[in-house]
């Protein structure tokens, strides 16, 4: 009876490993797939110009009982057509007049701010990392549970 029982705590801690596993991966895809996204759109985005705020767009949000603001930004491409871009939320008010590097695509009314171009590399680095130790950490945790479960059963084959 209690050797059934002990089976079972392991193979219920290498379901906990296993989710550790999938969680830490999802991080690890997080960070990854946000580099890529950048860089396709960097791929996109290859006109640059400098717009300027014109104005904002105040979204607030009931459940954190704050505002956001999204500058509205107005640029001239390279052909000389005036052009607007909506920009990420921030929780910063926009400062009217202030200039900022605009990439844009030529092709479309793709516009996008630097920091959605260059997304900070350092942050998408601790995603992985992070999701990489939770996976490992998981990974251990189900070799461990296997190997317990092993001796168990080689104990009572005895």
Not at 59 to 87: C, I, M
Request: charge should be positive; charged fraction near 25%.
């Amino acid at each position: 009876m209690v050797k059934i029982d002990t089976i079972g705590k392991a193979k219920s801690l290498r379901g906990f490993g296993i989710s550790f596993i999938i969680v830490g991966l999802l991080f690890v895809l997080f960070g990854i797939s946000e580099q890529r996204d950048a860089k396709k759109l960097a791929e996109r985005c290859r006109g640059v110009a400098v717009g300027v705020v014109t104005t904002y767009r105040t979204r607030y949000d009931d459940e954190h009982h704050r505002n956001y603001f999204s500058p509205v930004v107005s640029f001239k491409d390279e052909a000389g057509n005036s052009r607007t871009a909506v920009f990420s939320e921030q929780e910063n008010i926009p400062v009217t007049g202030q200039e900022v590097k605009v990439y844009y695509d030529p092709l479309s009314d793709l516009a996008v701010s630097e920091r959605k171009l260059n997304p900070d590399q350092d942050v998408l680095f601790v995603f992985k990392l992070f999701g990489g130790g939770v996976s490992a950490v998981g990974a251990l945790i189900v070799i461990w549970s296997v190997v317990c479960t092993r001796r168990i059963r080689s104990a009572e084959n005895q």
